[in-house]
């Protein structure tokens, strides 16, 4: 099934008309832009979808467009020449780009902030950079489960098995165990290797299970997902005691960079990385592994951001929204949903197979099993289910929060900031029967952040539905890259105003 | 007379496949492939005799008896779930949760009440008073919960009663966590303390002539049984089960005859939460499952399994399912213990049941189409 070709002028022409118009999107839609149609349409229908997200989404961008603006911006310069599309390109990245280097400088503002005075308040606050290569590798994953559970809306619960895929194979590959490649085979290339093996995987698993929809395609997934897992744990190919997983000892260090040569890589893991300095700037291994990671990851979400703003998900979307109108309008929903699901299976695959290069060491039970997916599936709750980025932030809220109230990560936390701050006296201060406030902090705060993780989580499924980035959208009007340099906008002093309204359409 | 022709030929099958395997061994040369790829220490030879010694009565009976009480068991984790999505429609991922609390709860009370010299029918007398307390209190929690968190929830997409529930079963995993760390007792490991409550009969096994019963088997089924029968006569022959009925058919229109389906919603979450906690009670009995906080993950998967192959919110088709895996599950068992030496070939088989009976009918054995809003 081709796509409608109608779809490029068409976007452009919408590009043209003023935000707020997407009534009139409407009426262009009758005429062969399709996809779009069913989620403008839903707008009305769906009550589950907040309004905001949908009418955004059918102007034609999430965070803010990224290769459709600028192929569409060149093909409508405006006669007024207001519009170059460098220009255009930078304003619509305004916001990615802020993240990015507040990314990219986080390390050094960590290090900064916890050698200030404020330093063990922060130290208690602040995510380590160790907790923040978590986040991206599972970020990532959470990511890949959002674009097949939130963008089609076929809620996945099997998903850790292409996590587990990722993970695995990088791991038997350096163990020595996968025949025809060695253990010193470039990083690189395996994980793009475990990705297609995810890919093989997801289209005989897809096959079966998008002949069902609903609570049914869930418990098949899970079913598939637990055969794998309870498979791989009494698999002893990979050691004697399968359950307790695979742990690389010999080789160096995974690399990631330019495959086969060794000046453009730089090794992963906290023991085995390259430490660098660049300039006067020392970096140690983990702060080598946060940016390499984080590279990865970043490069991977604009891959998955640039699929959905094709017409390939404009279908994913139609197929959330209404999978029978979709079929109707003569797509393939069949074979959409496979490819979608294929896609999602191989990034998550890479993220997997990030969490097994900087860890080392992966078990069937912090791979495979369901829960697993249950972790995802609440990073990309809490995030905002149905926004690419929001899965990211919700496990960056997850983890932060599990460092703060556990002392699950070494460094800070609530606990150690407690047991330094308070006075003996209070410590030894009698609570309930015979407790003491040093016995009930250890009580509950001592790895036991699942509790307060749960308790967020069903109070954001309450009350903030949409998650963290899907209401600001919604306070926005529209995605958050498209929405906050217009807001920003008007708050440009006048006589700057000519430069920002240059970079404006 | 059936009972006599049943050995006869499993004795001839028997004979049959202990003639015919060296045979096959010796023909083909050859180890089988597929139990080579996945298995390299079996071969065709041993499988046969594996088989031979399967089919022996002795052996099929115990199979058989384990294989009903698995059933028990796994009709009773899961007919709690099957009410409640057939009545709401919400697939209630804390009902593990419940099912460990009531192992817990149930233990608590054992162990408090039971000491070394209580009698065998006294401890029998005070496991039921356990069974009626962790009933209250669950369907008390069931209630209070579905009030409380999932009431807001109804008119929204199902996906968010999915994520609600999975939320409450990480709060009601870690809260029981903490107590029970508070207790000095390893949450991760089964409560010894609560299997010394059992009363020697169910702690040992019965002597039937040729065949060595194992009393915990026999307790399981009967409990199995009087539940099911319990919850089958609620539904058919009492007014609020023609209620619950009608409510699952089509809740609107029971609504329109002037019944409060909220409250109906109300009564059958907390029931379902009662029955999910009786289950926990019994299996604190059991050393193969056993009181412990993983038991919430152990028991929530073979549910879902259960109530899905039966066809999501049939009562009928739960208890078939439950005996169908309950038996696939004590067949694979015996395979495992006696020839095949994978350890995850029970579960791997009750999960591909999942699979395959999904693929072959998707709405499950007695499934119908559309009900429960999917």
Request: hydrophobic letters at 50%; one cysteine or more; charged letters at 15%.
């Amino acid at each position: 099934m081709a796509i409608s070709p109608g779809s490029g002028p068409e976007t452009t022409t919408n590009d043209d008309r003023p935000e707020t118009d997407s009534e009139t999107d409407d009426g262009a839609e009758t005429d062969g832009r399709t996809g779009a149609g069913d989620e403008t349409e839903a707008e009305g229908g769906a009550g589950a979808e907040p309004s905001a997200d949908t009418r955004a989404e059918s102007e034609g961008g999430l965070e803010s467009e990224t290769a459709p603006a600028a192929e569409t911006g060149t093909r409508s310069a405006r006669a007024d020449g207001t519009l170059v599309w460098p220009a255009r390109y930078v304003r619509e990245h305004l916001v990615h780009s802020g993240v990015l280097l507040f990314l990219a400088l986080y390390p050094g503002i960590y290090t900064l902030l916890v050698n200030s005075p404020l330093r063990s308040e922060l130290l208690a606050v602040l995510p380590e950079i160790e907790t923040m290569v978590a986040v991206f590798y599972f970020g990532l994953f959470a990511m890949s489960f959002d674009f097949i559970s939130g963008y089609t809306g076929y809620l996945d619960f099997g998903h850790a098995v292409f996590y587990g895929i990722g993970a695995y194979v990088v791991l038997l590959v350096a163990t020595g165990k996968v025949p025809l490649l060695p253990a010193e085979t470039p990083f690189v290339l395996v994980l793009v290797l475990a990705g297609l093996l995810a890919v093989v995987f997801a289209v005989l698993i897809g096959a079966v299970s998008f002949r069902l929809t609903g609570v049914y395609f869930a418990m098949i997934t899970l079913g598939f997902g637990q055969v794998v897992y309870v498979f791989v744990r009494g698999w002893d190919y990979v050691g004697s005691n399968p359950r307790d997983g695979i742990a690389v000892s010999e080789r160096s260090g995974f690399e990631i960079g330019v495959p086969f040569v060794d000046s453009l890589d730089l090794a992963i893991g906290q023991l085995t990385g390259d430490e660098l300095s660049v300039l006067a700037i020392e970096l140690s291994t983990t702060e080598v592994s946060y940016y390499m990671v984080g590279l990865v990851v970043v490069i991977c979400y604009f891959a998955m951001q640039r699929i959905i703003h094709s017409p390939f998900g404009r279908v994913m979307i139609a197929i959330r929204e209404n999978e029978q109108r979709a079929a109707a309008i003569g797509y393939n929903t069949f074979r959409y949903k496979l490819g979608a699901f294929a896609i999602s299976g191989f990034f998550a695959a890479i993220a997997g197979g990030l969490f097994a290069g900087f860890r080392r060491t992966a078990t069937p039970d912090n791979a495979f099993f369901f829960l697993v997916t249950g972790d995802a599936l609440l990073a990309a709750i809490i995030g905002g289910f149905g926004t690419l980025a929001g899965p990211l932030y919700g496990r960056l809220f997850d983890e932060g929060v599990r460092e703060f109230l556990s002392k699950a990560g070494e460094g800070g936390g609530l606990l150690p900031y407690l047991r330094e701050h308070l006075s003996e006296a209070v410590l030894g201060t009698e609570l309930l029967g015979g407790m003491t406030v040093q016995g009930a902090i250890e009580t509950f705060l001592n790895g036991h952040a699942s509790l307060y993780i749960g308790a967020l989580f069903v109070l954001f499924v309450l009350f903030v539905p949409d998650g963290l980035l899907g209401t600001i959208r919604a306070r926005l009007g529209g995605p958050v890259g498209k929405c906050l340099p217009d807001r920003a906008g008007e708050y440009v002093p006048e006589r700057f105003e000519r430069y920002w309204k240059g970079l404006e359409r | 007379m059936t009972f006599l022709l049943t050995v006869t030929i499993a004795t001839e099958v028997v004979s049959l496949v202990s003639e015919l395997s060296p045979l096959l061994a010796s023909g083909f040369g050859l180890r089988s492939p597929a139990a080579l790829a996945f298995f390299p220490d079996v071969t065709l030879v041993a499988l046969g005799d594996a088989l031979a010694s399967f089919l022996q009565p002795v052996n099929l009976f115990d199979v058989f008896l384990n294989g009903l009480a698995k059933s028990a068991l796994y009709v009773m984790i899961a007919v709690g779930l099957t009410l409640i999505f057939g009545l709401m429609g919400v697939l209630n991922f804390a009902h593990g949760s419940f099912t460990m609390i009531g192992a817990y709860l149930g233990g608590l009370i054992l162990v408090l009440t039971v000491t070394g010299t209580t009698g065998g029918l006294a401890r029998i007398g005070l496991f039921f008073v356990g069974v009626l307390v962790v009933f209250g209190v669950l369907a008390v929690l069931g209630g209070v919960l579905e009030i409380s968190l999932i009431r807001p929830l109804y008119d929204r997409s199902p996906v968010y009663q999915i994520l609600l529930t999975f939320g409450l079963t990480l709060v009601l995993d870690e809260l029981v966590r903490i107590i029970v760390s508070l207790y000095g007792l390893q949450p991760i490991s089964d409560w010894q303390n609560a299997f010394g409550t059992r009363p020697a009969f169910i702690a040992r096994s019965l002597d039937f002539g040729p065949v060595d019963v194992p009393g915990l088997a026999l307790f399981q089924i009967a409990f199995g049984v009087v539940t099911v029968g319990a919850v089958w006569a609620f539904l058919t022959r009492t007014r609020y089960g023609l209620i619950v009925r009608a409510g699952s058919e089509d809740a609107e229109m029971t609504e329109a005859l002037g019944i409060d389906v909220r409250r109906v919603f109300t009564v059958v979450f907390a029931l379902g939460a009662g029955i999910a906690g009786v289950a926990g009670v019994l299996l604190m009995w059991d050393p193969v499952w056993g009181a412990s906080v993983p038991l919430a993950a152990e028991t929530l998967l073979p549910a879902f399994v259960v109530v899905i192959v039966g066809g999501l919110g049939t009562f009928r088709g739960t208890v078939v399912a439950g005996i169908l895996v309950g038996m696939v599950d004590a067949v694979m068992t015996w395979w495992f213990q006696n020839a095949i030496s994978f350890t995850g070939l029970p579960q791997i088989t009750i999960f591909l049941i999942l699979v395959i009976v999904l693929i072959a009918r998707p709405q499950g054995l007695f499934g119908v189409e559309g009900v429960g809003g999917h």
